[in-house]
C-alpha cells in the first residue's frame, strides 16, 4: 500500500479551503488536459487574453499568496519571453504575442491546479487510471505512483537548490558560472536521486 507515501506534499502545493482545493483532483486534471488541448487550437489574441484573465481570477480565488506564486513563475517568465522574441525574430510580433499568452495560460492553469492540488491526491487519481492494466498484472499502479509522486516532489526542489547554491557562493563573492552552479548542483540531484531510488527500494 501506499498509505504513507500519499502523504507527501510538494512544494508547489498551497493548503487552503477555497472551491478549487475542495474540487476532486480527478475534475481538475481532467479540465487542465481539456484546456491545454483547447488552447491549441485559438489564435485569436483577444480570447487568449480574456482566458489568461480567468486563470488569473481563479488564482485569486484559489488563495494563493501573490509572493509564493511569482517564487513559481520567476524562471518560467524568462523561458516565455525568450520564447516570445524567437517567435518574433522567425514570425511576426503578434505571432509571439499569441505565443506568450497562450503559454502563460497553460503554464498558469498547470501551476493553478498543482498549487491547490496534493501529491496525494495527484497519485490517488493515477492508481485509479491504472486499475485496468494493474488487473492484468501488467504494471504495479501503487509503485507507478510512488514514482509520480516523488518526480513531481523533486521538481520544484531542484529549483529551490539551485537558488541556495547561488545564494551561498555569492555570500562568498564567487560569481556564477556553469562549473561553480553546476558540479554541486549536479551532486545534490545525484544524492536527491539515490534516496528516491532507496524509498522506492523500501516500498517493494
Known amino acids: 500500500m501506499v498509505s504513507g507515501a500519499l502523504q507527501l ?4 502545493y498551497f493548503p487552503g ?23 491549441m487550437w485559438v489564435h485569436d489574441w483577444r480570447i487568449l487574453a480574456v482566458l489568461l484573465c480567468v486563470v488569473l481570477l481563479l488564482l485569486q480565488q484559489s488563495g494563493v499568496r501573490i509572493l509564493q506564486l511569482w517564487r513559481h513563475i520567476r524562471a518560467l517568465s524568462w523561458l516565455v519571453l ?3 522574441v524567437f517567435t518574433a525574430l522567425v514570425q511576426s510580433p503578434m505571432a509571439a504575442l499569441v505565443v506568450g499568452l497562450r503559454m502563460s ?3 498558469l492553469a498547470a501551476l493553478l491546479v498543482s498549487m491547490t492540488t496534493s501529491i496525494a491526491k495527484m497519485m490517488e487519481v493515477l492508481i485509479w487510471l491504472l486499475q485496468p492494466l ?3 498484472g501488467w504494471v504495479n499502479s501503487e509503485r507507478v505512483a510512488l514514482v509520480f509522486g516523488l518526480t513531481l ?5 531542484l ?14 563573492g564567487l560569481k556564477a558560472n556553469p562549473l561553480t552552479m553546476g558540479v554541486p548542483m549536479l551532486l545534490r540531484t ?10 522506492l527500494d523500501a516500498r517493494q
Open 9 to 12: 506534499m510538494g512544494s508547489f
Open 105 to 107: 495560460a497553460l503554464l
Open 153 to 157: 516532489r523533486l521538481i520544484p526542489e
Open 134 to 136: 494493474a488487473a492484468l
Open 82 to 84: 525568450a520564447l516570445m
Open 159 to 172: 529549483s529551490l537548490q539551485w537558488h541556495e547554491i547561488r545564494e551561498a557562493q555569492a555570500a562568498r
Open 190 to 199: 545525484l544524492k536527491r536521486a539515490q534516496e528516491i531510488a532507496e524509498a
Open 17 to 39: 479551503d477555497s472551491w478549487l482545493h475542495q474540487m476532486a483532483a480527478g475534475q481538475k486534471l481532467a479540465w487542465l488536459m481539456l484546456a491545454g488541448a483547447g488552447l
